[in-house]
């Protein structure tokens, strides 16, 4: 398997995951992951997975630069890959 999927598998996870916990951590009113650090994830590559965690578990939804950003940026995520094993 090629190192950008595993990495992207990893990234997802951690997007998915994140969401499921800031959602858990909202709900038990504990300290709560910075906004920051879940768009950091997603444009790193777990968009797709933070996409998933928003919705799966309602979470950020009525934020419009989660709700609008996340798509954008897994655009653009796919672009540069397929434009990476495009060009290979």
């Known amino acids: 398997m090629d190192f950008i999927l595993i990495y ?15 959602k858990l951590y909202a709900k038990k009113k504990l300290w709560r992951i910075p906004e920051a650090t879940l768009l950091g994830i997603a444009v790193f590559g777990g968009s797709i997975g933070a996409i998933a965690g928003m919705y799966l578990f309602r979470h950020k939804t009525k934020h419009w630069y989660f709700r609008y950003g996340f798509p954008i940026i897994t655009v653009i995520e796919a672009c540069v890959i397929f434009l990476y094993y495009y060009k290979r």
């Open 8 to 22: 992207l598998l990893i990234v997802n996870a951690a997007g998915f995951f994140s969401m499921l916990l800031d």
